[in-house]
């Protein structure tokens, strides 16, 4: 396996935010892994460029034990949107996940075309209600 210049590893932390688990996730440069099982071992991955949007939640367990909850939505087939459970330093964490995503879209010249349109379907006209 080739060498990866590793940014970030944590498992993901379960009873009073212990490590007891069998899922590991990795950031590189460029890539994010996600490797679980204990028997069977599988790693997926997802390229930093193809994330659209992070999102970090903390229940109050999570906040006792010093750990949350981030949520990725990504374009890559096989994981679309996925959480990264129970990690310690989590705001840190989305933070450092975000930069390095950006970094990534600038690189690979990858531009997010937002949606200009409501559930509906039809044009976003919100100023029809100001009228």
């Known amino acids: 396996m080739a060498e990866r210049n590793v940014i970030w590893s944590d498992r993901k932390r379960t009873l009073f935010g212990l490590p007891l688990s069998f899922t590991k996730y990795t950031l590189t440069e460029d890539r994010l892994f996600v490797q679980t099982g204990f028997f ?55 933070e450092r996940l975000s930069e390095l995503v950006e970094k990534n879209r600038v690189e690979k010249r990858v531009i997010n075309r937002e949606s200009m349109f409501d559930n509906d379907g039809d044009p976003d006209d919100d100023d029809e209600d100001l009228h």
Do not use: H, P
């Open 40 to 94: 069977t071992t599988v790693e997926d991955e997802v390229r930093l460029y193809r994330i659209l949007d992070v999102k970090l939640t903390r229940t109050l367990g999570q906040k006792i034990f010093g750990v949350g909850t981030i949520q990725v939505c990504s374009a890559d087939k096989s994981m679309a949107d996925f959480e990264i459970v129970s990690v310690k330093n989590a705001a840190e964490v989305k």
